[in-house]
T-cell receptor, first 112, second 116 residues
């Protein structure tokens, strides 16, 4: 079956760095997305990886290793507003049909 | 503001009621989605429309009925729901479906549905 695993909750300190891991067991891998969702709000797109390596966007970076079925989202210089849930989603393709498989999300709590 | 709006934001309905959720996207996208989000569970894809044609129905009970009159509007008609249907219902849109770099989905704020 298709499966994505993320830690349920993480805590970090303002100004520090945190790494949120995502492991997946899927067939037909076709890309990996990270979304941020603040409580009571819509998920918003953060990053996309389809090739191995690191993608950097300001304070946020996302890494992918397709051979290991592994990705992480790295958040630097943490701010209180980074307190949110972070959703990992893998796009798979089967019989020319594309589908997004979602993880349950990691709730990140930032402490002063 | 993501360019995707949903109404109502909150809805309380009895099990015998009929109601509809509305979604509108102002992004010129061709694909629209309905998701169900329950606490501590992954997003559950319910329906997908591509160029107004339904392409996916993930074994959703018939008490949920989608309608896509054009590529900018999406409805979810609800009738005889059960308490376990209480959840956040999210609408999303994307430029296309799959195969393109960064065909990310843009989400609306959701409708918080409570079935009593």
């Amino acid at each position: 079956g298709q499966n994505i695993d993320q830690p349920t909750e993480m805590t970090a300190t303002e100004g520090a760095i945190v790494q949120i891991n995502c492991t997946y067991q899927t067939s037909g891998f076709n890309g990996l997305f990270w979304y941020q969702q603040h409580a009571g709000e819509a998920p918003t797109f953060l990053s996309y990886n389809v090739l191995d390596g690191l993608e950097e966007k300001g304070r946020f970076s996302s890494f992918l290793s397709r051979s290991k079925g592994y990705s992480y989202l790295l958040l630097k210089e943490l701010q209180m507003k980074d307190s949110a849930s972070y959703l990992c989603a893998v796009r798979v393709v089967m019989d020319s049909n594309y589908q997004l498989i979602w993880g349950a999300g990691t709730k990140l709590i930032i402490k002063p | 503001e993501t360019g995707v709006t949903q109404t109502p934001r909150h809805l309380v309905m009895g099990m015998t009621n009929k109601k509809s959720l509305k979604c509108e996207q102002h992004l010129g996208h061709n694909a629209m989605y309905w998701y169900k989000q329950s606490a501590k569970k992954p997003l559950e894809l319910m329906f997908v429309y591509n160029f107004k044609e339904q392409t996916e129905n993930n074994s959703v009970p018939s008490r949920f009925s989608p309608e896509c009159p054009n590529s900018s509007h999406l409805f979810l008609h609800l009738h005889t729901l059960q308490p376990e249907d209480s959840a956040l219902y999210l609408c999303a849109s994307s430029q296309a479906i799959g195969g393109l770099a960064g065909d990310e989905q843009y989400f609306g704020p959701g409708t918080r549905l409570t079935v009593t």
